[in-house]
């Protein structure tokens, strides 16, 4: 299986700073990497795909790069409603494995 | 908008099977690929297995002894089952639109308490 790591696991920010959050698979996983973000109680909703194709209706404040084993997650300008958990998934191969998440909170 | 919904028991005794259903609106089942995956109570996301609405399947390794999905395309659903549950196995289910290995529609998730 293809293990996927993120970092930091938790990070505080505040409104209007830019976040990085970083993925890392133990393969390299070419493109084959999605960004999810989920909010206590709420459904994972997919961000980014490939690493960095923003999903229809996604802000464009948020962004993807990377490819191999390395790639991270932008949030250009944090907004009050990003404050969630943030999920990166390999689907190159099966069994599709997320990583353990980032929690974003309020600084 | 395609639409998923999942139903079933909220509690399974242990040993015995759990079973749910997602049902899907707004757009038909065929030529896509469908998925469950599951979260335990404050914990991350873990993927079940697949299904394309033919019938093939793919599991997780870590449950694939236990877990059976199926489809039933005049009714626009599919199904899991999962075998001889425990504790381990409570969580929120969800089932999911896998478009182009991206899971791009999500039900809301129904939480399932392995209990006595």
């Known amino acids: 299986d293809v293990q996927m790591t993120q970092s930091p696991s938790s990070l505080s920010a505040s409104v209007g700073d830019r976040v990085t959050i970083t993925c890392r698979a133990s393969q390299s996983i070419s493109s084959y990497l999605n960004w999810y973000q989920q909010k206590p109680g709420k459904v994972p909703k997919l961000l980014i795909y490939t690493a960095s194709s923003l999903q229809s209706g996604v802000p464009s404040r948020f962004s993807g790069s990377g490819s191999g084993t390395d790639f991270t997650l932008t949030i250009s300008s944090l907004q009050p ?9 390999q689907s190159y191969s099966t069994p599709f494995t997320f990583g353990p998440g980032t929690k974003v909170d309020i600084k | 908008q395609v639409q998923l919904q999942e139903s079933g028991p909220g509690l399974v005794k242990p040993s015995e099977t759990l079973s749910l259903t997602c049902t899907v609106s707004g757009g038909s089942i065929s030529s896509y690929y469908w998925s469950w995956i599951r979260q335990p109570p404050g914990k991350g996301l873990e993927w079940i297995g697949y299904l394309y609405y033919s019938g093939s399947t793919n599991y997780n390794p870590s449950l694939k ?52």
Request: aromatic share 14%; charged share 15%; with cysteine.
């Open chain 1, 81 to 89: 409603e990003d404050f969630a958990t943030y999920y990166c998934q």
């Open chain 2, 65 to 116: 002894s236990r877990v059976t999905i199926s489809v039933d395309t005049s009714k626009n659903q599919f199904s899991l089952n999962l075998t001889s549950v425990t504790a381990a196995d409570t969580a929120v289910y969800y089932c999911a639109r896998q478009a182009a290995a991206t899971l791009d529609y999500w039900g809301q998730g129904t939480l399932v308490t392995v209990s006595s």
